[in-house]
């Protein structure tokens, strides 16, 4: 048995190099293999580096390969080509199966990379660290079985909790947290000024992240290079428990998919849905699904989110010339950016134009309406905004900010969000039609929709004034006001925007032949 799967398992690797995405298949594999290349003489270069040095590359390395092995796969959709259920039909021993499948999982173009590059490192390890080689190649051989079975357990997860066909809305919801998460910590660490050494935060993090799961077996060399014995008999068992605990999930995986029939996915004739079959099957998640749409196709939209960046990076420059400092202009984009996308949907009724008659004629309460029409603006606002902060903080070098200037941009994000939630209801105005250009500005017959908006600004600002004060003495006095300002700035901005959120949601409910009068007048 272990021989046929062995062999099925090279005939599926070499049948992606036939075919119709033979190109494809090739092009994958050259570049697996320049990377590869560049990583292995990237670890041979770190047979001369300081040994602190050389153990925050590796180990920070090898956890993100961990995470990257076992998030890829969720994120991708990619399918295990040895999926477990397709042996059921032919009567397998379910005890000796995962065992099998888990040495097949070796076999494989990621997988000979990663064994390529602990190779390297193990060699590297022995030869500079002085460790004798037994000990070293049983540590790389954790790190690599590790590594390498993480990947068929985010697969058989993927398989077992997510849809088979992987909707290309719900890749994009898997997407924003990575981004959110990982731009800043990659912003902060490019950002620190190494000078010959490793600077504290760095090195403090590497310890931490030495003890766990992620990079235990890497660790575990360094500690013995550097004669840590404590160190070493910590890290040493953390990586064998983690493998050890790795091969009994992957054992009990493997026998709940050979012996578990799974419930027809209910959602699968919905498959071409979008939106609709990602998100809650009520009132909101139909809102939202129906927003997001027009958000990433209207072109109306398209235009509104690509200035908000535009116009935040632009306002850098007359500071500058107006003699500003370049680190205190390099600090106003992001809250700009924030104010701007809070007031975006302040005029989203109008721009429904007829299709409001939907929401009203089937009773869609209030409150599910505002936060609904919410969605497209949260879900691209937050992701540029991670990536905002964390290049401005890399700009100004001042990270102490971060708590602050993240309380600034949910202040104003989230109040603005709340107040145009209220001005969308009151006083909407005529905007160009679907299809017809974004800047093509119709006559308009009264001037009450300008409060609406100038409205939602003021608001807005009136709201964040305790977080902006805060954040002015954060700058001025230092970090010790920057708890404050960063719960002070979520506070209010929840508050702001859930209370909004009700208000004009009771307005909505009470005003549909208004608004219907006004879609189909304007």
């Known amino acids: 048995m272990v021989a046929h799967v062995l062999r ?64 890829g796969p969720m994120l991708t959709g990619t399918q295990d080509q040895l999926d477990p259920r397709r042996f ?22 990621p997988s000979t990379a990663l064994l390529v590059v ?59 947290p990575i981004i959110v998460v990982a731009f800043p910590v990659a912003a ?11 600077p504290d935060g760095v090195a403090a993090v590497t310890a931490a992240v030495g003890f766990t799961p992620l990079a235990a077996p890497q660790a575990f060399l360094f500690h013995v290079a550097a004669g840590e014995v404590g160190a070493a008999w910590g890290s040493g068992l953390i990586a064998v428990a983690t493998l050890a605990g790795i091969l009994a999930l992957w054992a009990y995986l493997v026998r709940r998919m050979l012996t578990t029939t799974e419930r027809p996915y209910a959602a699968r004739e919905r498959s071409g849905l979008g939106w609709f079959s990602v998100l809650p099957a009520n009132a909101f998640g ?22 908000v960046p535009i116009a935040g990076v632009l306002t850098v420059f007359p500071l500058m010339v107006a003699g500003v400092p370049p680190w205190a202009a390099a600090l106003v984009p992001v809250p700009l950016m924030a104010l701007f996308f809070g007031w975006l949907p302040h005029n989203d009724v109008a721009y429904d134009s007829t299709a409001l008659w939907v929401h009203i004629a089937s009773g869609v309460r209030g409150l599910p309406d505002r936060l609904g029409r919410l969605v497209p603006v949260l879900l691209v606002s937050i992701p540029v905004l991670a990536i905002a902060v964390s290049v401005t903080l890399a700009f100004v070098g001042k990270w102490e900010l971060l708590l602050p200037l993240i309380g600034v941009a949910a202040a104003l994000l989230l109040t603005g969000l709340g107040m145009s939630s209220i001005a969308s209801v009151i006083a909407p105005y005529a905007v160009s039609r679907p ?59 929840v508050l702001v925007l859930f209370g909004g959120a009700a208000i004009g949601g009771a307005i909505f409910e009470r005003s549909g032949a208004r608004l219907m009068e006004f879609a189909e007048t304007t």
């Open 188 to 198: 902060y660490v490019s950002s620190m000024e190494w000078n010959g050494h490793v």
């Open 118 to 176: 602990h190779a390297f490192f193990v060699a590297v390890s022995i030869t500079v660290g002085r460790i004798a080689w037994p000990v070293a190649v049983l540590a790389g051989l954790v790190g690599v079985i590790s590594t390498a079975l993480i990947a068929r357990i985010g697969m058989a997860i993927s398989a077992i909790a997510l849809p088979e066909r992987r909707s290309r809305e719900l890749t994009v919801l898997f997407w924003i």
């Open 8 to 71: 099925l398992r090279l005939a599926l690797v070499a049948g992606a190099l036939r075919g119709e995405r033979l190109v494809r298949s090739v092009l994958a594999v050259l570049v697996t293999a320049a990377i590869t290349v560049a990583v292995c003489l990237a670890v041979l270069g770190l047979g001369s580096a300081p040994l602190p040095t050389a153990r925050a590359i590796i180990v920070f390395s090898a956890a993100a390969a961990f995470l990257a092995f076992f998030l």
């Open 286 to 307: 139909a809102v939202a699904a129906r927003s997001l749409v027009y958000w990433m196709r209207d072109r109306r939209y398209i235009v509104n989110i690509l200035i």
């Open 435 to 493: 299809g017809d250009s974004p800047f093509q500005q119709p006559q308009r017959s009264s001037s009450h929709g300008s409060w609406g908006a100038a409205g939602t600004f003021v608001g807005a600002l009136v709201f964040s004034i305790p977080t902006l004060w805060l954040f002015v003495l954060t700058v001025v006095d230092g970090d010790r006001h920057a708890p404050a300002t960063f719960w002070t700035g979520v506070i209010t901005g």
């Open 88 to 109: 059921a039909p032919f009567g397998v021993d379910e005890k000796r199966m995962p065992w099998i499948l888990a040495l097949a999982s070796l076999v494989s173009v």
